[in-house]
């Protein structure tokens, strides 16, 4: 007789496993959680009728079902032999499964408690019913989440507890790094950790730029990540150091930043380009550790601000905003200054509490060779290790440092593969056109976009007229000069007069550099003209 084992039974647990006589199992339990798998697949009330050191027999526990399995301990080995089995039940489905216990549905749901503490007996429940066609009842339910409360609770203390061999081995695994546990009174308090490799790279072939940002723990273990995020010369995320600390505030980031001090040998800061948010406790902080840096905040953060508290029904403010933020010279950030003013006078004071050289690019310096007007590197990296943060202590850090490796990795492997610059004159890899002694190679022409035209097309190209604007004057502004337009149709120039939008078909009163509809008698700068007839547009589309 032919005897299997179940090494591919455990290996694939997604499987229905099939019974047959002469299958053998390496021991007592293994065949106990086969059995336990096939009840809860099948949606079958197994119950065990015999269950001892060298035999174990199952029967299906509904009345007058004939599903039954045997086995026991061969002689001439330790497997555990299936001698007797009968596969086919003839009772209907009804929901219950008395092997599944609620240790058992404990492990089912364990992973998503930790992300969700808060998971419901009755979202259990339902799950299972919905899900899996299990009918369970809502006190063992109950009892689950009892068990898995218990064992997060358990893994957070042996988390504390590994914290110092997890130190050791980190600075054992990476000589040259930086990496502090600090307690009160044996008790955890904090975390710091910069590789050796993430300081020489950093300092070697880095932007002189970080972004900082804390974000929260959402486990059971409350506190606050710090991050600080550099920029390689590719312009992509460079994780530098992170920190646990209990909370986001001036101690915590005055010792989160003397210690980046010390490990990038920043200084007072001379040349140094800090990111952030408008976080009170970090802005002391860095007057404190850094008083010689420049300081940007973030710009989405600082509009987020002004539209809770002023709104934004046309949209138009955030569009002033934003061209502000990221004017390019003191010339156009005293015109987008003014256009904004035009629309909303108190939110113009409002903005003016923050310096302009803080979120405006007209401002910023150029030794950090980067126009960032918005904290996105740190957030984007928040959101690289969201996952972790419904994690224990460890779990939580080994994913940072996971990323960081594989992000090294494969940074390492793309400078590696790089075969050098394409000369444009030849085509070919390895040098450039100043250094090329090739003749020049023949560019092929490029295909067209799209489909093929099945009309040929005139030898004549067509030539696009954009269609003038006329002004209609009133008798108020006869003796005004008639306004002009740029190249591109409905953008005024400074003039004074009446004109007729032809895409709206509103009448609009040119002063200066202001235009006033007179449809809505909104008055907005003549930059934000196409945007407002834009708005316009749309609103008519979804009207119709």
Known sequence: MQEDTDSDIEDSSNEIIAFRVGQAFSSKDSFRKAIDKYAVDMTRNIRYKRSETTKVGAVCAEKGCPWNIYASINSSSKDMVVRTFVGKHTCSWNGKVQLLTSRKICDKFIDEF???????????????????????????????????????????EEQFTRMYDYVGALKESNPGSTVILGTKAKVFDKFYSCFAAMKEGWKNGCRRILHLDGTFMKGKIKGEVLTAVGRDANDKMFPV???????????????????????????SGNGLTLVSDQQKGLIAARDSVLPHCEHRMCARHIWANLYKKFGDETGLLHIAFWKMAKAYNMRVFEQ??????????????????????????????????????????????????????FKPLVGLLEDIRIHVMTS?????????????????????????????????????????????????????PLVETTPTL?????????????????????????????????????????????????????????SLFREHERNKLNIKRRKT
């Open 114 to 156: 930790r992300r969700n503490p808060g998971l419901k007996a009755g979202e259990i429940r339902d799950r299972l019913r919905t899900n899996d066609r299990l009918l369970v009842s809502k006190d063992k339910c109950r009892e689950t989440r009892r068990i898995c409360t218990k064992m997060i609770a358990d893994e957070y």
């Open 241 to 267: 150091a992170w920190a646990i600390v209990s909370v986001e505030n001036k101690p915590n980031w005055e010792w989160f930043m003397t210690l980046l001090q010390e490990d990038l040998d920043l200084g």
């Open 336 to 389: 987008r200054v003014e256009d904004f003013k035009l629309l909303n006078h108190e939110a113009y004071e409002r903005l003016m509490r923050w310096s302009a050289c803080h979120w405006s690019r007209a401002f910023f310096t150029g030794f950090a060779k980067c126009d960032a007007v918005e904290n996105n590197m740190s957030e984007s990296f928040n959101n690289v290790i969201d996952d972790g943060r």
């Open 408 to 460: 090294n990795e494969g940074k390492i492997r793309m400078i590696e593969e790089h075969e050098g610059e394409t000369c444009s004159n030849c085509l070919k890899k390895g040098h450039t056109k100043r250094t090329c002694s090739n003749e020049k190679a023949i560019v092929p022409p490029k295909k067209p976009r799209g489909r093929p035209s099945k009309n040929q097309p005139s030898e004549e």
């Open 470 to 526: 006329q002004s209609q004057p009133t008798p108020t502004f006869h003796n005004q000069p008639t306004p002009a337009f740029h190249s591109q149709p409905n953008v005024p120039i400074e003039s004074h007069g009446v004109f007729h939008s032809p895409l709206t078909g509103d009448d609009y009163i040119c002063v200066g550099r202001s235009v006033r509809d007179m449809s809505t008698n909104i008055v907005l700068s003549s």
